[in-house]
């Protein structure tokens, strides 16, 4: 099996990666604290003791609002760790396989869907640090893989860590009787992550390059947490709002590749199957 050195592997991805591909791949998941003081010395020497043939690089500070509160660990974090991954990775022949993020779309014009070709001017700091990894990694490793990751959600279970996301949100809107709002005028796809997990099997085998990679989604995002709350027997109150913004991605590159997902509305519908919690009607 393909030895894979994994980062970030008690966080809401890499947790999944260990639980779901311990038996296709040796995984070898970095110390916990460790990336939060190493330097590229200590990076160099990790990588090289373990001698991967892949680093999956899901580590990363992802909440936008923490990143524009605090840019220079969002630095550190999502441009100078990456970076000092690829230049270990080029010096022990492993592939690099990281995790980069639909906000580099965030601030274009129009409603998408985005190809990888778009021309980028993020308009937050988490999405220009994720542009600037991927720029500066691919220019010391071209063979790296960069996969553009939409908002990702899963249910609570299997004792793995959660976070917030759609479906959890609207449920809590639902069980607190709060009103969630949500936009007519936004785009985004919203992808089941024990499916993007699956997915690293061949995102593994791509070519070096930027990959969307996630549930594309024709939706607004009113309309989609609408979808959501019809599959999920809930009824919270839905207020649309008019916040103007497209994420969403074209995903026809990574499935040329053997990349391929469920709609963003089919994936939860694959969700509540994994949970045995689809119901007819």
Request: net charge neutral; aromatic share 8%; charged share 20%.
């Amino acid at each position: 099996m393909k030895r894979v050195l994994l980062t970030g592997a008690g966080g809401f991805v890499g947790a999944r990666v260990l639980q779901q591909l311990a038996d296709r791949l040796t995984l070898l998941p970095v110390a916990p604290g460790l990336l939060r003081t190493a330097g590229p010395q200590e990076i160099e020497e990790l990588v090289a003791r373990a001698r991967p043939e892949v680093i999956l690089h899901t580590a990363a500070i992802s909440d936008t609002g923490y990143s524009e509160a605090h840019p220079q660990e969002s630095y550190r974090a999502n441009v100078e760790l990456p970076v000092w991954l690829a230049d270990a990775a080029r010096h022990t022949g492993a592939k690099l396989v990281s995790f980069s993020s639909d906000q580099v779309y965030a601030g274009l014009p129009g409603d998408g869907p985005f190809g990888e070709d778009t021309p980028l001017h993020p308009a937050n700091v988490y999405g220009r640090h994720k542009r600037e990894a991927e720029e500066r990694v691919l220019a010391l490793c071209p063979d790296s893989v960069h996969l553009r990751a939409t908002w990702l959600y899963d249910l609570p279970g299997y004792g793995l860590p959660v976070r917030g996301n759609l479906p959890l949100n609207l449920l809590q809107a639902a069980l607190q009787g709060k009103t969630a709002v949500f936009s007519r005028r936004e785009y985004r796809g919203v992808t089941y992550v024990r499916q993007a997990v699956e997915n690293l099997l061949p995102a593994l085998e791509l070519p070096g390059g930027v990959y969307n990679f996630g549930s594309e989604n024709t939706l607004t995002m009113y309309e989609t947490a609408r979808a959501f709350c019809t599959v999920l027997h809930i009824s919270p109150a839905l207020e649309p709002g008019d916040r103007q913004r497209s994420l969403a991605m074209d995903c026809a590159k990574a499935r040329r590749g053997g990349v391929v997902f469920d709609t963003t509305a089919e994936g939860i519908r694959r969700c509540l199957r994994d949970y045995g919690l689809d119901t007819p009607g």
